[in-house]
């Protein structure tokens, strides 16, 4: 069974430009999460999408944006790039968004804006 | 408020010795689920081992056991007969009811020597 996919696994923008990250999930999963970890502020979360609606969000400016598809692949889109968006962006998934479900995350995008 | 502490400092481990790593976590739910996970420098987070807050077994997956000690918030995690390939990040984590909204810890380097 493939475990989760993200692509591209490198990206370089620069400031003012958009960017689009994708995440296939684990055949059978409907539950995606996002992340974004950097040296200073550890692992965030900023969203999450069941069923192609977005359950949850986290504290995060409206640049960033998501959404999921009905097989269930997750995109999240940052607009108007900032230096400060150079991260590392994990995606996860599980079954369902419940208490009992083990969440397995993806390689993650390395994000550099120059 | 910080809902996952791990303190340790970087560690050096030798190789086949066993290590614990320490996490607390603060919760008011009494449904959630615990996680660890290990980031090797290639950047992707690797599913280790979960802990129901009603499971009433510690869990264990291969060479890694979780020490649930409920009453005092805490869930270590024992990596037994340590090998090379466990040098990495470890980063505990916890999901609160009904969502894969996951709270991070700092995480704990783990370098092993031979």
């Known amino acids: 069974k493939a475990g989760v996919t993200q692509t591209p696994r490198y990206l370089i923008k620069t400031r003012g430009q958009q960017v689009t990250l994708s995440c296939s999930p684990i055949?059978?999963?409907?539950?995606v999460s996002w992340y974004q970890q950097t040296p200073g502020q550890g692992l965030q979360f900023l969203f999450e999408?069941?069923?192609?609606?977005?359950?949850n969000k986290g504290n995060f400016p409206g640049r960033f944006s998501g959404r999921q598809f009905s097989n269930s692949r997750s995109e999240m889109n940052v607009s108007t790039l900032e230096l400060g968006d150079s991260a590392l962006y994990l995606c996860?998934?599980?079954?369902?968004?419940?208490?009992?479900?083990?969440?397995?995350f993806g390689s993650g995008t390395q994000l550099s804006v120059l | 408020a910080q809902k996952i502490t791990q303190t340790q400092p970087g560690m050096f481990v030798q190789e086949k010795e066993a290590v614990t790593l320490d996490c607390t976590y603060d919760?008011?739910?009494?449904?959630?689920?615990l996680f660890w996970y290990k980031q090797p420098s290639s950047g992707e987070m690797i599913f280790l081992i979960y802990?129901?807050?009603?499971?009433?077994q510690n869990a264990t997956e291969g060479r890694y056991s979780l020490n649930f000690q409920k009453a005092r918030k805490s869930a270590n995690l024992v990596i037994s007969a340590s090998q090379l390939g466990d040098s990495a990040m470890y980063f505990c984590?916890?999901?609160?009811?009904?969502?894969?909204?996951?709270?991070f810890g700092k995480g704990n380097q783990v370098v092993v020597i031979p």
């Open positions: 996860a998934s599980s079954g369902s968004p419940d208490s009992n479900e083990k969440l397995f």
């Open positions: 919760t008011s739910d009494p449904s959630y689920g």
């Open positions: 984590a916890m999901r609160e009811r009904g969502n894969n909204r996951l709270a």
């Open positions: 055949s059978g999963h409907r539950s």
């Open positions: 999408y069941f069923s192609e609606t977005q359950r």
């Open positions: 802990q129901g807050s009603y499971d009433q």
